[in-house]
T-cell receptor
Framework: GQSLEQPSEVTAVEGAIVQINCTYQ??????LSWYQQHDGGAPTFLSYNALDGLEETGRFSSFLSRSDSYGYLLLQELQMKDSASYFCAALRGNQLIWGAGTKLIIKP | DSGVTQTPKHLITATGQRVTLRCSPRSGDLSVYWYQQSLDQGLQFLIQYYNGEERAKGNILERFSAQQFPDLHSELNLSSLELGDSALYFC???????????FGPGTRLTVL
């Protein structure tokens, strides 16, 4: 089958670093995307990893290990505005297979 | 603003009714995707169109149908509505990189 697993909820403190993990089981896997969704808002694209390794975009970084079928999103210097749900999505052919999302709760 | 528009923003209707949701993709994007998101749930992929043709189907009920028109806008038709169909319906569009989809603001459907 095809599935992605990510924690349902993660809690962190403002200013800290948090890692959101995503494991996948998907045949024909091309790469892993990450999206952010604020409550009541639309998902917005954050990053995409096609190759193993770390991709950095400002405070956010995303990592992929194809051999471990695993990826993560790393958020640094957390700000209250980072409170949102984060989705990983695997690219399979011309379709994204979505995880259930991780709700990130940030405490002051 | 993603450049993807959806109408209406809110829709309240009764069980058994039929509704049509409309989506205009970003200028130049040929692919349109429809998603359903129930309260505090993840995104459920429904269907994808590419340049007017159905490209992929997800967990779309037989009561639901969609199409993409020559001007590339798309419509999602939901019929014989049930209470469980109440959800946020998102439309997204993309160009060549399928992994980067641009989402519209969504249509919140409430079935009473």
């Amino acid at each position: 089958g095809q599935s992605l697993e990510q924690p349902s909820e993660v809690t962190a403190v403002e200013g800290a670093i948090v890692q959101i993990n995503c494991t996948y089981q998907t045949s024909g896997f091309y790469g892993l995307s990450w999206y952010q969704q604020h409550d009541g808002g639309a998902p917005t694209f954050l990053s995409y990893n096609a190759l193993d390794g770390l991709e950095e975009t400002g405070r956010f970084s995303s990592f992929l290990s194809r051999s471990d079928s695993y990826g993560y999103l790393l958020l640094q210097e957390l700000q209250m505005k980072d409170s949102a749900s984060y989705f990983c999505a695997a690219l399979r052919g011309n379709q994204l297979i979505w995880g259930a999302g991780t709700k990130l709760i940030i405490k002051p | 603003d993603s450049g993807v528009t959806q109408t209406p923003k809110h829709l309240i209707t009764a069980t058994g009714q039929r509704v049509t949701l409309r989506c205009s993709p970003r200028s130049g994007d040929l692919s349109v995707y429809w998603y359903q998101q129930s309260l505090d749930q993840g995104l459920q992929f429904l269907i994808q169109y590419y340049n007017g043709e159905e490209r992929a189907k997800g967990n779309i009920l037989e009561r639901f149908s969609a199409q993409q028109f020559p001007d590339l806008h798309s419509e999602l038709n939901l019929s014989s509505l049930e209470l469980g169909d109440s959800a946020l319906y998102f439309c997204a569009s993309s160009a060549s990189p399928v992994y980067e989809q641009f989402f519209g603001p969504g249509t919140r459907l409430t079935v009473l």
